[in-house]
Antibody, heavy 119, light 108 residues
């Protein structure tokens, strides 16, 4: 069965960076793109970007350009999302989510990683 | 950027009733690239509908999606207790893949 297992909660200070992981299993990792979506406490969903695990190409939302880096390791079927220059507004649960049709919706989601940015 | 506006913000209904949730886009987009998700507290979102009207795997047929252009609707024909949650629409197919702000479906 498809599983996306994300790394554990993080606490960071403003200005720091955080790197989250999302390990995929149960399907051909390089055949499905992966999205990153975040959700601030009590707020809605915010799309951050998408990566093609086969080619490594990615697109991020303009809001995060320059601060977000998405990478992948095909040997471990893991995608990573690094967010730099953290501020308090980046406190959120970050989800990875599989894309079944390339540049489309998200059918399987990770359990989420809580990132808390606080001095 | 396509902005999605969901209405109502909160919908109060009783089990057994019919729920109609709306999602309006700021501009028309092609091929009905619209998805609906359900999210319960403390859980990740769950895909319900894609392509505006296609049900995802294992989604009960009481959930249906419709619409095109700029106006889309999620209908739950007969509410079950487990359906009370927050629902989000999402545009896809071109970046950024924006979400609506959500509709909270609560028990009356």
């Amino acid at each position: 069965q498809v599983q996306l297992v994300q790394s554990g909660a993080e606490v960071k200070k403003p200005g720091a960076s955080v790197k989250l992981s999302c390990k995929a299993s149960g399907y051909n990792f390089t055949s499905y793109y992966m999205h990153w979506v975040r959700q601030a406490p009590g707020q809605g969903l915010e799309w951050m970007g998408i990566i093609n695990p086969s080619a490594g190409t990615r697109i991020s939302a303009q809001k995060f350009q320059g601060r977000v880096t998405m990478t992948r390791d095909t040997s471990t079927s893991t995608v990573y999302m690094e967010l730099s220059s953290l501020r308090s507004e980046d406190t959120a649960v970050y989800y990875c989510a599989r894309d079944p049709s390339r540049w489309s919706y998200q059918d399987y989601w990770g359990q989420g990683t809580l990132v808390t940015v606080s001095s | 950027e396509i902005v999605l506006t969901q209405s109502p913000g909160t919908l109060s209904l009783s089990p057994g009733e019919r729920a109609t949730l709306s999602c309006r886009a700021s501009q028309s987009f092609s091929s009905g690239y619209l998805a609906w998700y359900q999210q319960k507290p403390g859980q990740a979102p769950r895909l319900l509908i894609y392509g505006a009207s296609s049900r995802a795997t294992d989604i009960p047929d009481r959930f249906s999606g419709s619409g095109s252009g700029t106006d889309f609707t999620l209908t739950i024909s007969r509410l079950e207790p487990e359906d009370f949650a927050v629902y989000y629409c999402q545009h896809y197919g071109s970046s950024p893949y924006t979400f609506g702000q959500g509709t909270k479906l609560e028990i009356k």
